[in-house]
């Protein structure tokens, strides 16, 4: 995130020995993305952060994806996934499809989650109903339904669930996820032609400080990387920061706050490009008017992705293209490469009269091919892939 930004307590110089008034120094940690040579954020602790009391392994194995044969279109439901009791939005993840790039998830949380780290890189999470809060060592970020919320790699945080049950899907991704470089200038600021801004980004205003001066004992977090997952006992509790500033921070945008961009005839899908990471791209349809040629086809023409598998989870509103399919509210239609989709029978005749559509949908595009795991073959529709037939046996 190229914006800069401070918070509490920071000395005027960077580098320069921090102390409170009593005469303790602060231990200054510097989080820098690709070595030392991209954007970073200085944090100031009261104790350091590599102090470990302990080094575990965590117990602790999310469900393998495998290859998708035969090739199959999908409609999986969200809503028919077991619900998991007193899952928390890290540990009750259900991953659905996966890749070397990314990893989507569904949560429904009803309960706070443990300290994490996920080193493999940033995760965005988008907030399909409930409230909550993420609170890191960059302080609190309270969200609710419609955000996306990018959270940096390795940035050590918690998620509390406020009103729950806190639905979301989880896109883990194995690099930075930020905004298209298309939108920013070449210094990073966002264009006049961008579909959102600066000003459209919520970021922590408020630390979250744990005094835990007296000694409360070992801090558990559990810590992903390459190798699998880990639980690290901290001599002192994480969030002791008392200030930082820089580019690296998590920070919340409301798919509300996605300005669409509409033409006569059909905008292909990368007017809505949202955000970019390695090996994948975020879009966000959203409510706008349909196009405005009098002879125009408003939903969208059959389309083969041949360089993507495209995945859409379905926010809000009426899905016209998708009419008689059983898309609704909390679905996700995944098309790969290698299938030719298209406006389901009918939605074309039903949108001769329609002026806008309300939909509000995520879509995640993958320049690799996605691999599926048994919790998504579980709650996949078997009659989807034949919907455009109308094959009902
Ligand atoms: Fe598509």
Known sequence: ???????GDVPRKRHTHHLDASGHRFAEELMGQEGFSSNSSLLYHRHSPSALFAVEPAEFAPAEATPDVPLTPRHIRTRALDAVTGADLVTGRTVLLANADVEVAWVEATADSPLHRN???????YVQHGRGRLDSVFGRLDVGPGDYVVVPASTTHRWLVTDGPLGALVVASRGHVAPPAKYLSRYGQFLEHAPYCERDLRAPTELVVVDDDDGAGPV??????????????????????????GCVYPYAFNIADFEPIVGRLH?????????????????????????????????????????SDEVLFYSAGNFMSRAGSGIDVGSISYHPAGFVHGPQPGSIEASLDQRSTEEVAVMLDTFAP??????????SDEHYPFTWSRRTS
């Open 370 to 379: 996605l691999h599926v795991t048994d919790a998504a073959r579980a709650v």
């Open 220 to 245: 558990p977090v559990l810590v992903r990387n390459r190798a699998g997952w880990s639980r690290h006992l901290h001599a002192s509790h994480p969030f002791d920061v008392v200030g930082w500033d």
């Open 119 to 125: 080193a493999l890189g940033d995760e965005l999470v």
């Open 1 to 7: 995130m190229p914006h800069y930004r401070a918070v």
């Open 267 to 307: 905008q292909p899908p990368p007017v809505h490009q949202t955000f970019e990471l390695p090996g994948a791209v975020v879009c966000s349809f959203v409510p706008r008017l349909f196009d405005f040629h009098p002879d125009a086809v408003k939903v969208p023409y059959h389309h083969a992705n041949t360089d």
